[in-house]
């Protein structure tokens, strides 16, 4: 790619989706976006990103975007966060919960799927205790390819391999020649809809537990701080915010304790013990 191409296309990222191209990786660059050249008739990627400049066709920036984005998850990514929502978050607020009986969860960047259908599973198993409950599981990625492939609830072997417990692939998914699709009970416990961190999430509403994990750390500082803050004002007083492994909520507008028990958990420092809030 052309320096002034690369100049362009760094920007054009920044700006549609917050991510920093770093200078060295023209290369990684190169290979995803050449199929998107080839898909709008380009011969090669320099084309493709003059084509850009000079029209800022929307639907070319919006192949570019999702050519660029890395929508590496799987199942139970980590485990211990999935742990602690389940044996500790759950409970707790089952209990702080109680009168409202609601309970609203959001997977904010939740490429294919595999996170937020985590947690639907997690929700699935205390079945029993839910009942009666009304329970919200929002997942929203940019990506509207991921979207789809998460709508769809299908997945290779090789993705089910990664983090699921066969407890759970028993339960809940049904072989459909060489996939798995997620059966539609479960399925339609999630709602997947486009949202970009970059926009204000303040119509979506507070959430008890928000997961934005293995996003913020594509940002440049001044963005992870400016997502950071309104996912977090998102978050009821009382809820549980999990971020990636290596990520942090230090810094924030929102004063956290980072949990001691989970990395990536944090909890907002005035939580009120057991208090339910409004959703
Ligand atoms: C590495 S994946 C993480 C998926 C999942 N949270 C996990 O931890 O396994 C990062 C996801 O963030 C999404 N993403 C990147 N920039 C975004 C933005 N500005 N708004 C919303 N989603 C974004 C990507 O499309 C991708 O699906």
Redesign the pocket.
Known sequence: MTPTHQKFLTALIARE???VLEADSGYASDARLAPVAQQFGHDDINHLIQHIMTTRAPEAVRAVVEAI??????FF?NGAPFRHFSETALPALLAARAETRTLRIW??????G??AYSLAMLLADRKAALSGWRVQLLA????ES?LAHARAGEYSQFEVQRGLPIRHLVAHFKQAGDRWRIKSDLRKTVRFEQ????DDPSHIGCFDVI?????LS?FDQDRRKTVLDSVARQLNPDGYLYL?DKETAAGAAIDFVADPTTRGLFQPREAPPGQALAS
């Open positions: 989706c917050g991510q984005v890395t929508n590496e998850t799987c990514r997977s904010a960047a939740a490429s294919t595999q996170e929203t990625d940019i990506s991921a949202f970009n961190l970059l997961f934005c994990r293995n996003v594509y990636g």
